[in-house]
């Protein structure tokens, strides 16, 4: 069994603003050392989009500052909140397309991690997603690649419709097109989706979709309302996903609870 750390929507500020009174570098610390202290094999970590708050440079360089001590590989990925740009500023080698946009395949022990770059910096409503055909022709090459392995497929815009009328207008809005070509991959095991700020399962085209809340702030259970920037500090959380020869195990960790001592029942 292999395991995988996901963290989304960290939103990091300059040093000394928060989000709704929350330090979001404070929480991500939090998150990352509790993670690394329970799944010190973990393979591999990987950030899920929305690295940043305001896409502003001194917030990547706290990032990378953050991750200096990681002993574990991390993946990158960009989200509504991020540039490419400034975000290459602090992170050179992240592009691995030679193109700017921020796309990488792992390969692992049966398993293949495909994390793509949904940012649509022209979006006119600032927020949305898109993968433009450059992003889908790679993601082609990358699943046809896989040989026999299964695929995990992390995007920061989900592929479906949460019921969260302001975060679904912001959504990915060319969908229809990437799950089509998961489904003709046939070997897409998983998709892993931030941008919600809440723990949801659903599916599309058949294919499992788990997205993760914030370790920072999240969406409020308001079924329908067209704010998207809602926001109520509830417990922050990381995701943890379990590599089994039967296929993927989601788990969820709100790190931020009060720790508690375990204890038997009859």
Known sequence: ??????????????????IIGLDPLARFAQGMAHALDHHPD????????????NAAPPEYA????????????????????????????????ADRMDTGHIQHVTDLPGYRLICLDTLNEEADDTHSGWLCAARLDWLDAALAGADDRRLIVFTHHPPIDTGFKGM?????????????????????????????????QGSAGGIPVAIFKSPCHQMPMALGYQD????????????LLLLTDEGVIVH???????????????
Not at 42 to 53: F, I, M, N, P, T
Not at 228 to 239: D, F, T, V
Not at 254 to 266: G, K, N, R, S, V
């Open 1 to 18: 069994m292999q395991k995988i750390l996901v963290f989304t929507d960290i939103h990091l500020v300059p040093e000394g603003e928060t």
């Open 42 to 53: 973990a393979a591999r970590v990987v950030l899920c989009g929305d690295l940043s708050h």
């Open 62 to 93: 706290r990032l990378r500052a953050a991750l200096d001590t990681c002993p574990l590989p991390v993946s990158l990925m960009l989200g509504n909140h991020d540039r490419r740009a400034p975000f290459l500023g602090a992170f050179p080698d």
């Open 168 to 200: 679904d207008w912001i959504g990915l809005k060319n969908r229809a097109d990437l799950v089509a070509r998961l489904n003709t991959a046939g070997n897409v095991a998983q998709i892993v989706s931030g941008h919600i700020h809440r723990t949801i």
């Open 228 to 239: 998207s920037s809602l926001s109520i500090a509830e417990p922050g959380a990381y995701g």
């Open 252 to 266: 969820s960790e709100d790190f931020t609870l009060p720790p508690t001592e375990a204890q038997t029942y009859t």
